[in-house]
């Protein structure tokens, strides 16, 4: 649907935002892409065809699909001098923190060998940040335990050149589970794209002012951080583990929903969907592959998870209110399965939404419609007034 649309964060302004990239139903629970379920999509396609789709609209055929893998896979390294970079953080810094710099870094290498005006030149963009992504994020783990970084293996899919860069030793040939790539790559299709939500719109605003693209996605991974948002999948970890065995799951529960707590159910609500979201039945599917493949079923966390999900959606206040538990509340139970540490999630996440930022990026530059993002404001100060009258000056 294009038009006009409306937030209400408790005073009134309207923001008007066409696209024909995805379309999202919150009261009954759809998602598409380009007009495709994405239940068909996570079942059908991978994720690189689902890049296609969201740049190019339409899904690839067998020769258009083929030379895009050629692009990605003629992409896929960094350069040595913003590998560099890496060393300039602290072994301990998040992954995010890392993230925001290499990847605005990006324009120090290509801004100026890009016109934002050219269609060819905003694709190649594209190609390079897509491909780029697995390398960088999988650098920012290598990093943090001071391991070497792996190069990518041009020959390789999307999700196993990822966790091979990720999880693999230098010295050894890495032999990724099949089960365990596609159930990464099914979190990346999951996590492609998802209409304005806070860090698309980051990056749309930052974009309309002419930025280029590298430093308009790293202000949307510099949004997508908050636990509210991208944030969130680390944090249903961190809550899990807070809250620790299912003999106090009713605490937490109660906490959440005391007003006076600030205390949220992480994984739980969301700003559009008041249904089910339709990526958290799909990412559910995902888990139970992913524990039966690693016979984790017996995995405390994974037990407690299901439990709370059980009590919450019984629970009055949040039936009431249509909170279910949305696509974070289970993607970090599988990138835990998949041995991933719970600071990466949301550099996955980031890796992910990558396609969707350049995606929503593109269409805005190439809209001639396109102007400057200036939202403005329902201003609630003091009324205008001289300096004279400050009593004792
Ligand atoms: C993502 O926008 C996107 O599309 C985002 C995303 C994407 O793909 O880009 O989908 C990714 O960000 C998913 C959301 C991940 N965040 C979390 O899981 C964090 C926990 N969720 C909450 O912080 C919250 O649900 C929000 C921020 C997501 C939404 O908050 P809203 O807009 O306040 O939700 P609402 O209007 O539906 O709230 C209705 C009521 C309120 O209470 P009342 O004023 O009616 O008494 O429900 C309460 C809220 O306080 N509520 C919760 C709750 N979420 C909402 N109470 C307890 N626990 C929660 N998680």
């Known amino acids: 649907q ?52 969201l740049l190019k609209g339409e899904l690839p055929n067998g020769g258009e699909m083929k030379g895009f893998v050629t692009n990605i896979s003629q992409h896929v390294m960094v350069h040595e001098q913003l590998s560099r970079f890496y060393s300039g953080f602290r072994r301990d810094a998040h992954p995010m923190a890392i993230l925001v710099g290499v990847v605005g870094a990006l324009s120090a290498f290509y801004h100026d060998v890009m016109d934002i005006n050219s269609k060819e030149d905003r694709y190649i963009s594209a190609i390079r940040l897509i491909a780029k992504m697995p390398n960088l994020v ?36 890495y032999l990724a589970n099949p089960v365990l790539v596609r159930a990464l790559d099914r979190i990346l299709i999951l996590h492609a794209d998802h209409e304005q939500n806070a860090s698309t719109s980051t990056v749309r605003l930052a974009g309309s002012s002419g930025a280029n693209p590298y430093a308009c996605v790293a202000a949307g991974i510099a949004c997508l951080w908050g636990a509210a948002h991208g944030g969130a999948n680390e944090a249903v970890l961190n809550m899990l583990a807070q809250i620790g065995d299912v003999s106090r799951i009713g605490e937490y529960v109660n906490k959440a929903k005391d007003k006076n707590d600030p205390f949220r159910l992480m994984g739980f609500g969301h700003r559009v969907y008041k249904n089910y979201d339709p990526r958290a039945k799909l990412m559910r599917e995902t888990c139970h592959e992913v524990l039966n493949e690693l016979n984790l079923h017996d995995d405390k966390m994974f037990k407690l998870a299901m439990e709370l999900e059980r009590i919450a959606l019984e629970d009055p206040y949040f039936v009431e209110r249509k909170l279910y538990p949305n696509v974070d509340f289970y993607s970090g139970i599988v990138l835990r399965a998949l041995g991933i540490p719970t600071e990466m999630f ?48």
């Not at 006009?4 to 935002?17: K, M, N």
């Not at 391991?147 to 010295?171: C, H, Q, S, T, V």
């Open 2 to 53: 294009t038009g006009l649309f409306t937030y209400d964060p408790g005073f009134t302004s309207t923001a008007s935002c066409t696209s024909k990239i995805t379309y999202i139903d919150g009261d009954a629970g759809i998602l598409l892409y380009r007009g495709y379920p994405i239940e068909q999509l996570a079942e059908k396609c991978d994720f690189l065809e689902v890049c296609y789709l």
């Open 138 to 173: 999988a650098m920012c783990y290598k990093y943090s335990i001071g391991m070497p970084f792996i190069y990518p293996k041009r020959k390789l899919g999307y999700a196993e050149n990822f966790l091979r860069m990720m999880m693999g030793d230098p010295g050894d040939d």
């Open 346 to 393: 949301t550099a996955i996440f980031a890796m992910a939404r990558s396609v969707g930022w350049i995606a929503q990026w593109d269409e805005m530059i190439s809209d001639p419609e396109m102007k400057i993002g200036r939202p403005r404001q329902l201003y609630q100060g003091v009324t205008a007034r001289d300096v004279k009258y400050i009593s004792g000056r």
